[in-house]
């Protein structure tokens, strides 16, 4: 039996090595981004280019699984966009803005989900930060949507747990892909920030993307079959200090 994903934000970074290493486990793949997806000539993956955003982009990732693959079995809600401003910068756009990027999508796309998920007796992975739960400075809006995929994950794990269905979170400290790119070159001062950022790791450097999706992989996996509810840390030891 081949089993089957929807992986969202994976263009690039983590959620492309997550495709890479489902397919490299079996699995069939929806990837879904809003930018274009470098999946083309594998069979096995379904690009689908869409804005996790608009109301639409859950049910027709879910219903391309099913309608190409016949069955759903993983869902792993991973596309988000960082925001590190001072609250006292930050705008009621900004704060809209992150919600509905980082929060409400993964509410949407576990809701559409679920019943196929019920069905397989799959498992949600989710994407969330050391931000969601620890105080990091100047991401109060960030660390709040990831403070809320946090609880969406323990509630979810709750709600499903007899109908079969394991929700968990990866929680990664800094990782090397895009995102930290971006949030480096709109600093004032990337080198002084990059050696807070490596002091802050214990094992003296930010983690691999790969090393984030093997734990989403694991937490998918029936080798995590009594986990469920729990918030893995990949975070080089950032906040066991
Ligand atoms: N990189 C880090 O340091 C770090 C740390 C902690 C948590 N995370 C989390 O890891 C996850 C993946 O981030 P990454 O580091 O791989 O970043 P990334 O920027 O490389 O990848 C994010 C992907 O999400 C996609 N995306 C963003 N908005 C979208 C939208 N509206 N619709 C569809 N796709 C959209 C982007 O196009 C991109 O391909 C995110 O949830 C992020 O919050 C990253």
Do not use: W
């Not at 994976?10 to 274009?36: C, K, M, N, S």
């Not at 069979?43 to 309608?67: I, M």
């Not at 968990?168 to 001062?189: K, Q, S």
């Amino acid at each position: 039996m081949e089993l089957t994903a929807v992986v969202t934000g994976a263009a690039r970074g983590i959620g492309r090595e997550v495709v890479t290493r489902l397919r490299a486990a079996g699995y069939r793949v929806v990837a879904v981004d809003i930018a274009p997806l470098p999946f083309d000539g594998d069979d096995g993956v379904r690009p689908l280019v869409a804005d996790v955003t608009a109301p639409d982009t859950p049910g027709a990732a879910v219903e391309l699984a099913v309608s190409t693959f016949g069955r759903l079995d993983l869902l792993v809600n991973n596309a988000a966009r960082f925001l590190r401003r001072p609250i006292l910068e930050t705008s009621d756009e900004d704060f809209d803005g992150l919600i509905a990027t980082n929060v409400r999508p993964v509410f949407r796309f576990s809701r559409a989900a679920l019943p196929a998920l019920i069905e397989s007796r799959g498992c949600i992975v989710n994407t969330a930060s050391i931000s969601g739960l620890i105080g990091v400075p100047n991401q109060s809006v960030y660390a709040m949507t990831k403070g809320a995929i946090v609880q969406l994950t323990r509630q979810l794990a709750i709600e499903f747990a007899a109908r079969g269905v394991r929700v968990n979170a990866v929680a990664p400290g800094a990782v090397d892909t895009g995102f930290m790119d971006e949030a480096r070159a709109a600093d004032p001062d990337p080198r002084a920030s990059l050696a807070v950022t490596l002091s802050n790791h214990p094992i003296g450097r930010v983690s691999t993307p790969d090393e984030v999706a093997r734990a989403i992989v694991f937490l998918a996996s029936p080798e995590s079959s009594g986990i469920t509810g729990t918030i893995l840390s990949v975070d080089g030891g950032y906040i066991a200090r």
